[in-house]
């Protein structure tokens, strides 16, 4: 309850600065259930969890031309795990975008290039470290009810230091990790108050997964190193994997500038050596725009 009530006291706090200074865009609460926080594939290894994460987000922008526009915009996040408070963290992200509108109209489409850095300190000292990441997103609006976005992206995890090796011939970087996607998505105009969406994404790249001692899991993985945030003698596995998500959501307009959304979201991870997962994801979130 005190890690609840202090991310509450920081959402006050972000709103109070809005007040003073345009500095803040928008600030949400999100409450989040996971069935299997650990990536795990045996039963004896799945744990699950809830999760409080406050967020704040900011920017400007610059308007070069008539079809282009640059963005500079940050996020700053903070999240608490109910049970497994070794992934507790705050992180802070920096963002560049371009976009380019393909025409005049709203009709016209969009591309929006974008390039990110974030830094991320977890509780766990294993995983803090650095984030970055590029997208590259085209998004068409097809009536004043309906929109479309196709886009493509990469991502790249850096940790400040590596985990405690469990062999010397086996590297223990397994917060190290690197993916690319490709994702379609729309949303659908419902009323004006009421929105919804859906999305597909394929990933390729690393993932990580934290079980007992797992020996098929040991020979396909790229790195191992001891994780007891979910627990004594937990390793954690680094994994070349294919990996599709769907995510749906509907969303609610609350009053003149905010929003409620439940969201749904599936994962299906299929690893090198047969090793697959499901996970389950559901998401209740409260935005404000200032």
């Known amino acids: ?42 039963d004896r290894d799945i744990t699950s969890d809830t999760s409080i994460t406050a967020t704040a987000t900011g920017g400007t922008r610059y308007q070069v031309g008539d079809s282009d526009r640059l963005k500079l915009s940050f ?27 393909f025409g005049l109209g709203a009709y016209a489409p969009e591309l929006t290039l974008s390039a990110s850095a974030g830094r991320l300190q977890y509780r766990d000292s294993a995983r803090t470290g650095w984030l970055y990441a590029a997208n590259a997103a085209l998004h068409k609006r097809f009536s ?5 976005q196709l886009s493509y992206g990469f991502q790249m995890r850096r940790a400040d230091d590596d985990g405690d090796r469990v062999l010397q011939r086996i590297p223990a970087n397994v917060f190290d990790t690197s993916s690319r996607h490709v994702r379609i998505g729309m949303n659908g105009l419902l009323t004006p108050r009421y929105l919804v ?60 500038s905010a929003s409620m959304t439940l969201g749904y979201q599936y994962i299906d991870s299929n690893a090198e050596g047969g090793i697959d997962y499901q996970s389950n994801l559901v998401r209740a979130t409260y935005l404000q725009q200032f």
């Open 1 to 42: 309850m005190t890690r609840v009530r202090s991310l509450f006291v920081m959402l006050w706090a972000l709103q109070a600065l809005t007040a003073s200074a345009d500095l803040i865009d928008q600030a949400g609460l999100e409450l989040r259930l996971d069935d299997n926080l650990a990536r795990a594939e045996l």
């Open 75 to 101: 996020e700053l996040a903070a999240t608490a795990q109910r049970r497994y408070v070794g992934l507790n963290n705050v992180s802070a992200q920096l963002t560049v975008s371009h976009q380019h509108r």
């Open 144 to 148: 004043p009810r309906l929109d479309m």
């Open 197 to 256: 969406g859906a999305s597909y994404a394929v990933h390729k790249g690393d993932i990580v997964s934290t079980t007992l001692r797992n020996f098929p899991i040991f020979l396909a993985s790229d790195a191992i190193a001891l994780d007891e945030v979910f627990g004594p003698q937990r390793y954690a596995y680094t994994l070349t994997a294919m990996t599709r998500d769907v995510q749906l959501s509907v969303s609610r307009l609350v009053g003149a």
